[in-house]
């Protein structure tokens, strides 16, 4: 006897305002990030922690070492995933708001035009940068969001936009 399937569900809600907030307070509060690439070397994805922050633009940023195996990835290829958002200290983590963003890494070269407004920036937000910012390897590199999944807790689940996360 086969067994049958249970009825298709989406879990996906219709995105409404108050996910659209959800989802721009994450970013504009996040000062870091995991971040998903793929090796050019091997295809597999790999998975990073880099700093984050909030451009003049209202863009999202990391400064990066063009030594790090993040950044030779996203010149190698742009695509790239972030997960924003940590739990609090208590409760279930899978029950705190949380973000998964598909991107376009766009690297920003030293000295150009949008570099000292950024550098700026940076720096008010990460102040310890001051320590590495103006070494020779380290450069911007913007996340232009495609799109996005936030997991607002539990049952909370919407599709956004690059529109929805405009900040």
Known sequence: MAATQPPSIDPIR???????????????EARFGSLGTIDPETGHP?????????GPDGGLYT?????????????ADPRAGLLIGEPDAKGDPLTHPRLSLSARARTIAPNHPEDAALRQRWLADHPKAK?????????FVEFVPLG????????RAFRLTPDDLRL
């Open 148 to 155: 996005a999944l936030l997991n607002g807790g539990f049952a």
């Open 63 to 75: 400064l990066v070492s063009g030594l790090s195996a993040h950044s030779r990835a996203l010149r």
């Open 14 to 28: 219709s995105t409404d305002d108050a996910a659209r907030e959800l989802a721009r307070g994450l970013l504009r």
């Open 131 to 139: 320590f590495y910012i103006d070494l020779p390897d380290f450069f």
């Open 46 to 54: 790999q998975v990073t922690r880099v700093a984050l922050g909030i």
